[in-house]
Each structure stands twice: as structure tokens, then as C-alpha cells.
């Protein structure tokens, strides 16, 4: 007698239509109906969802040239909508994020190009991101120093500084001083009180500025041990935790290493990020940071379960995904309250201190 199928009780595929017209949410419910990467951006866009409908404390790992791309203006959307509390990015993106609110030349160019001839005339380029050395670059480093000179002794002199308190001043400085601070998502995340994280305190241009304003009289110290020490007491202090992953690399690491900084090094009882969501290219074979598993970081009690309802994988190029997530978030869920987690952060640290 045959045995009984495993796949009884699980949904019948019936092919979907797609119709003139279609709303974001109609096909992100195609997308559900089908299967392979479709399903999984069908599956992420409902768990995101779960995520703030239950109130989670939701993080953004923003790693890639995506800002640079243009991309900022649908995360300032999501800010502006509530969607993300506290975001850990690389420094390269907070440093590109500032063109757009200065004014600086981005173009949109050919990847096809003459690296060589480019170099010749003071061009750089991002795959299909054209950024000049002179009017960018150089301009865009003058303005990080004018900056640390302007905010030198009333915020920037205090030692030590976490990324988030750097980035904070600089998010507020942009506001004041800019001509389009509404095209920055670094602007847009000061206002709202929204920490913003580097996962390197070293591997990006504006650390390369310190060196320079270091020597020109104005020396900065950054922590790595603060940051550390203060993303864990985010994590501790403020209710269920979900991750949202942008390509993955260090700003992935660095969030998911909040709960192991509590368990394992400060031996606290805490049992990871409750959900989480990661949109990337890489693959789990060649054992990279970026192509970890979820159920490889429940392993070093990142997250509390191995449970696929709570943790989605996504594999994609996050410019072409994102955004589709993004614009069905912003069709079906209600708008929240900023957690202006920056003003409660000297309560949040003190917290984790005492329960050492």
C-alpha cells in the first residue's frame, strides 16, 4: 500500500496571473503563489510586516554602494514611515549619502568605460555610478572637515565617541548646513533619533579625514569598544528584536554580534534576535561572512531559533528587491511613532552596566 504523501496538507501551486494595473501588494501575493526567490520575497515582505505589527525593535545592516546608487531616498521613506529604529551602515555609505544633500555630481554612467581614460580625466567610477575626484570627492572631504572643525569643541572633543554619537552630530550638522538635507538619509535619521552605526571605524573615507583633522589640531577618538558595548545595550534594553540585511558584510556581523556580546561576553542571559530577514548574493559554500546561514548563526546564539517562519533568506541583488519590499511595506502597514532611541540611549546603557 502506497505511503501516505509528506506534501498533502501543504498549498497546491496554481499558477498566478498578472494583470494591467497591479497594485505592489498584488504581486508581491503572486510572487507567494509561485516559487524560488519569488516565494522567499513574498515570504520577507509578510515577516517584516509580523515584525512591525508586533512592535519590534527593527534594525536596517546597510552595507554595498546602494546610497551611492540613489538609493537613500527609499530609506529616508522607511524612516520617515518608522519601519527601521537603529541602522548599522559601512562608513563608505554615510560618506556617499552626503553628496546628494550637497549638491555634489553623481552621475548615472555606462559600466562599460576606459578605467584608464577615466583616471586621465578625474573620474571614478561604481560599476555604473560616476563620481568626480575634484568636485565630489575632494569637496565632499572639505566638508567632513569643515565639519569637525564647526562641531569640534562642543560635541566632537569628548572622548571617547561611539560611531552612532559621530554620526549623530554629523546627521544634525547636515540639517543646518546643507542645501537638499532632505535627500540625506543620515540627515533624516538625526532627526528622528535614529543611531546610525559604522561596522568599521577605520575602512572608509571619513576615518581617512581624522587623520588629516587629527593633525591639523582637532583629535577625535572613536570607540570600537563603545560601539559594542552600546548596540548591545539596544538590544537588551529595547523589547523583541528583528534584523533586516542589505548585502550582508559588516554591518551584517555587527548587529548580529549584539546578542553573543551579551551571552558570551558579558555573561548575561539573553537569547538572540527573536526574526530577521537578509537580501544578498552570496552563497553558503565558500563560508564568507555574507553567505552565512541563519541556521549557522543560531548556532553562535545570534538569533533564539532555527525557525523558517522567523527567518527568511533572500537571494538577490538588494537594488532590484529592496525597493519592491519596501513599497509593500509602505502599502500595508501603518505608520509608526520614531522610538527616538538616540534620547534613550544614556537609559538603555545604564541598564545593561547594572546588570553585570
Known amino acids: 500500500m502506497p505511503k501516505k504523501s509528506i506534501f498533502k496538507d501543504f498549498p497546491d501551486i496554481i499558477p498566478p496571473s498578472i494583470s494591467k494595473g ?17 516565494r522567499n520575497v513574498y515570504r520577507g515582505s509578510r515577516l517584516y510586516k509580523r515584525m512591525l505589527e508586533d512592535n519590534d525593535t527593527i534594525w536596517l545592516g546597510l552595507a554595498g554602494a546602494g546610497v551611492a546608487g540613489g538609493m537613500g531616498g527609499m530609506l ?20 556617499h549619502d552626503l553628496h546628494f544633500a550637497f549638491d555634489l555630481p553623481v552621475k548615472a554612467i555606462s559600466p562599460f568605460c576606459d578605467d584608464d581614460v577615466l583616471r586621465r580625466h578625474g573620474d571614478t567610477r561604481i560599476y555604473d555610478i560616476g563620481i568626480r575626484e575634484k568636485e565630489t570627492l575632494d569637496a565632499q572631504d572639505e566638508i567632513i572637515r569643515n565639519f569637525i572643525r564647526a562641531s569640534y569643541k562642543q560635541h566632537l ?20 548646513n546643507s542645501k537638499y538635507p532632505e535627500r540625506s538619509f543620515v540627515a533624516k ?6 543611531p546610525i552605526f559604522w561596522d568599521s571605524l577605520a575602512n572608509h573615507s571619513i576615518a581617512m579625514n581624522l587623520v588629516l583633522t587629527d593633525r591639523k589640531g582637532f583629535p577625535i577618538t572613536l570607540s570600537a ?6 548596540s548591545a545595550a539596544i538590544a537588551f534594553s529595547s523589547g523583541k528584536t528583528g534584523f533586516m540585511v542589505l548585502g550582508g558584510g559588516g554591518p551584517k556581523n555587527f548587529i548580529q554580534q549584539t546578542s553573543p556580546t551579551i ?15 537578509q537580501i544578498g548574493t552570496a552563497i553558503e559554500k565558500e563560508g564568507s561572512l555574507s553567505g552565512c546561514t ?6 553562535w546564539g545570534k538569533y533564539r531559533s532555527a525557525d523558517e517562519e522567523m527567518l527568511v533568506q533572500i537571494w538577490g541583488e538588494y537594488s532590484v528587491i529592496f525597493p519592491i519590499l519596501a513599497a509593500y511595506l509602505l502599502d500595508n502597514c501603518e505608520t509608526r511613532p520614531s522610538k527616538k532611541i538616540v534620547s534613550r540611549m544614556p537609559e538603555f546603557i545604564e541598564k545593561l552596566e547594572h546588570t553585570q
Open 225 to 230: 569598544q563603545k560601539d559594542i558595548f552600546d
Open 189 to 194: 535619521a538625526a532627526e528622528l533619533g535614529v
Open 76 to 95: 529616508i521613506a522607511l524612516l520617515e514611515a518608522g519601519f527601521v529604529d537603529v541602522i548599522c551602515s559601512t562608513g563608505a555609505q554615510v560618506y
Open 157 to 176: 572633543s569628548k572622548e571617547p565617541l561611539a560611531s552612532w554619537e559621530f554620526n549623530f552630530y554629523l546627521g544634525n550638522w547636515v540639517l543646518e
Open 263 to 277: 551571552s558570551q561576553i558579558l555573561k548575561i542571559k539573553f537569547e538572540g534576535a527573536e526574526r530577521g530577514i
Open 22 to 38: 497591479m497594485s505592489i501588494s498584488e504581486l508581491i501575493n503572486a510572487f507567494g503563489k509561485t516559487s524560488f526567490e519569488a
Open 294 to 299: 541563519f541556521s549557522e548563526s543560531v548556532t
